[in-house]
């Protein structure tokens, strides 16, 4: 086992490796993990992040972590990665506080650029323990992948649950569970989740921190490429 407190470029004799072309190692409360055999992070040059523990259980995995710049939060995770799985990070996804992602048994976790999220959220492709049946002795709970498209808002304490296919601009409500695929533009909520409202759009400014103090119209806010009809899937 390998235990490394920074990203920086690493290879070991197990055929781990990080890849990361920044200027000085990533040291805000690392921690990377390999256990297995020929593991792969890659993080961008330009990625920010903080409070980032990645567990590389097995072998075959692969993480990636984009850039972010400074108009969003850093990013922050606790990443489990089993065999022949991947978690696949994009640009500006920021972090209210560290989201837990885990992909095993082969499957990839895959979120988009511009995602926001908020706060206690669960990105999980499985169960974490095997499910069978007793009488045919059959696994019921299979991974599944996850895909979460472009600028898509994970409400607080949500959990995006194997299967999940969120499409670009949707808002997912907080405490709500997803394990199926959604069209774009939607808010999506409830245990288990469905469509509340088509055809929405949401943008990043905060209700208190950024002016006006009154965000009435879409007219008080700078709009993103987003603002797209509902196409139902």
């Known amino acids: 086992m390998h235990v490394l407190k920074a990203i920086s470029e690493y290879k070991d004799q197990d055929g781990n490796q990080i890849i990361f072309a920044g200027k000085k190692p990533l040291d805000n409360k690392i921690s990377i993990t390999f256990r297995g055999k020929n593991n792969t992070l890659v993080v961008h040059e330009n990625a920010r992040v903080r409070l980032v523990n990645i567990l590389f259980d097995q072998n075959n995995g692969r993480c990636e972590i984009g850039s972010n710049d400074a108009s969003v939060a850093p990013f922050s995770a606790n990443i489990r990665i ?11 996804v920021s972090t209210t506080t560290p989201v837990q992602i885990s992909a095993v048994e082969g499957t990839t976790v895959r979120i ?23 009488r045919t002795s059959q696994r019921i ?19 995006i649950m194997g299967g999940a296919d969120i499409s670009d601009g949707c808002v997912v409500g907080a405490r709500s569970i997803v394990n199926k695929a959604f069209p774009n533009n939607c808010i999506i909520a409830g245990s288990p989740a469905k469509i509340i409202r088509r055809n929405i759009a949401w943008e990043r400014p905060h209700l208190s921190m950024a002016s006006p103090a009154y965000k009435d119209s879409g007219d008080t806010v700078e709009k993103s490429d987003y603002w797209n009809i509902t196409v139902d899937l």
């Open 112 to 134: 988009g650029n511009d995602v926001m999220i908020a706060g206690s959220v669960k990105v999980r492709g499985d169960d974490g323990h095997p499910i069978f049946d007793v």
């Open 141 to 159: 709970n299979t991974a599944k992948d996850i895909t979460i498209k472009n600028h898509v808002w994970l409400g607080i304490e949500s959990y």
């Open 82 to 92: 089993g065999e022949d799985s991947s978690a696949l990070i994009g640009n500006n």
